[in-house]
């Protein structure tokens, strides 16, 4: 911790990382919530692994077509939001098993994503980086990127608020009430994907699903309100990634490992200590 604090101010690739992370955080706090409110991350984990292909195809057209302006993250943006479009879609409007759809679209991306890194020449394992989390080595470039889309995410999630909160609890009633459901379905599906690609920059592809999650499920325990859930779950999104960074700067530990593992034992230790408050009560 010690030794972090001390780097922090002498090496930019660590403050891109915490900037990256903070970023990342605000997106991450006000979709997480939603999606677990919405008991939906399932889907998010599709649209995770979805990614992949993007990622893979946009790697693979710089190498082949000299398409230096194409950033992986586009692809990833392209990739999360098709994936995105196709589950919901799927789920409002076809008759398939949404199950075997997500299972579909969920392999499908990954190895599309895995064919695209195969037939990349020169390919490096820098890719692979977007498996696990490459948070420090972000880039300028990947900040202003991170800003932007974070930045739509939130003032999207946080204005049609009212209209989402409705999606998430009573659908039915609020169809009732004229809310056009079935296109704020799509549209937290869509919030959720581009989020799926902010955190991937942070923890991988991997355990982007956790830190999705694990912040809004850590602040349900003690808040009742959603605007509520969704400020502490920004905060300790932030605590996490901080707390991650500073860990396994010392002992050169995986980055986005050690934030997950920072999550999840918060996440276990408030859960343990709600179920041992609950028995004392119903003793």
């Known amino acids: 911790m010690i030794e972090f604090l001390e780097a922090l101010p002498r090496f930019g690739?660590?403050?891109?990382?915490?900037?990256?992370?903070?970023?990342?955080?605000?997106?991450?706090?006000?979709?997480?919530?939603?999606?677990?409110?919405?008991?939906i991350s399932y889907l998010a984990g599709a649209i995770a692994h979805s990614v992949l292909a993007g990622l893979g195809a946009a790697r693979y057209l710089q190498a082949t077509r000299d398409w230096d302006w194409l950033h992986p993250?586009?692809?990833?943006?392209?990739?999360?939001l098709i994936a995105a479009?196709?589950?919901?879609?799927v789920n409002l409007r076809a008759r398939q098993r949404e199950d075997t759809i997500i299972g579909a679209i969920w392999a499908l991306g990954m190895a599309l994503g895995i064919l695209f890194m195969a037939a990349t020449p020169g390919y490096g394992v820098d890719l692979m980086g977007y498996l696990f989390g490459n948070i420090l080595m972000v880039s300028p470039t990947d900040l202003w990127l991170l800003g932007g889309l974070g930045a739509l995410v939130t003032l999207v999630g946080l204005g049609c608020y009212r209209q989402l909160l409705a999606v998430c609890f009573d659908a039915e009633f609020a169809r009732l009430r004229g809310l056009a459901v079935e296109g704020y379905y799509l549209l937290l599906l869509g919030l959720t994907a581009l989020t799926v690609?902010?955190?991937?920059?942070?923890?991988g592809l991997i355990m982007v699903i956790a830190l999705l999650t694990l912040p809004a499920a850590v602040a349900g325990h003690f808040f009742s309100r959603l605007w509520q859930i969704m400020a502490a779950a920004v905060g300790l999104s932030a605590l996490f990634t901080i707390a991650g960074l500073a860990i396994s700067y010392g002992p050169d530990l995986p980055t986005g490992a050690v934030i997950i593992v920072v999550a999840g034992a918060s996440y276990l230790l408030v859960a343990g200590l709600a179920w041992v408050r609950g028995r004392g009560r119903g003793a």
């Open 73 to 80: 993250l586009y692809g990833a943006v392209a990739a999360a």
């Open 85 to 89: 479009a196709l589950i919901g879609l």
């Open 13 to 39: 690739f660590l403050q891109y990382a915490l900037w990256a992370g903070l970023l990342s955080s605000l997106s991450c706090g006000v979709v997480g919530t939603y999606v677990v409110s919405r008991r």
């Open 197 to 203: 690609v902010l955190l991937s920059t942070v923890v």
